[in-house]
Nanobody
Framework: QVQLVESGGGLVQTGGSLRLSCAAS????????MGWYRQAPGKQRELVAV???????NYADSVKGRFTISRDNAKNTVYLQMNSLKPEDTAVYYCNAAIRVSAIIGQRYAYWGQGTQVTVSS
């Protein structure tokens, strides 16, 4: 069994900062890409940022220059530092990870966290 547990969401004013964390645990052989997605009410889930196990990153245009994704491979944890938050950043943020559960080829699956609410007040 593999679990992703997120933390760090909350309520913040426009211009404020929050740091999200997501820790993976369980039967993990290795972790490839890790990322953050978000889903606002009435909208589709969208990619926010992704980081490879080598540290390469990619961001949605809407968060470039404000958000920073990072990871600690020793702790199987990914972070999302969010600065200069705007009301349009309000959403449930989900952690995602591509995890190999064994050395057997093909046993790589996508896992999701339970989501953490981020609310930015104007």
């Amino acid at each position: 069994q593999v679990q992703l547990v997120e933390s760090g969401g909350g309520l913040v004013q426009t211009g404020g900062s929050l740091r999200l964390s997501c820790a993976a645990s369980g039967s993990i052989f290795s972790i490839n890409d890790m990322g953050w997605y978000r889903q606002a009410p009435g909208k589709q889930r969208e990619l926010v940022a992704v980081i490879t196990n080598g540290g390469s990153t990619n961001y949605a245009d809407s968060v470039k220059g404000r958000f920073t994704i990072s990871r600690d491979n020793a702790k199987n944890t990914v972070y999302l530092q969010m600065n200069s938050l705007k009301p349009e950043d309000t959403a449930v943020y989900y952690c995602n990870a591509a995890i190999r559960v064994s050395a057997i080829i093909g046993q790589r699956y996508a896992y999701w966290g339970q989501g953490t609410q981020v609310t930015v007040s104007s």
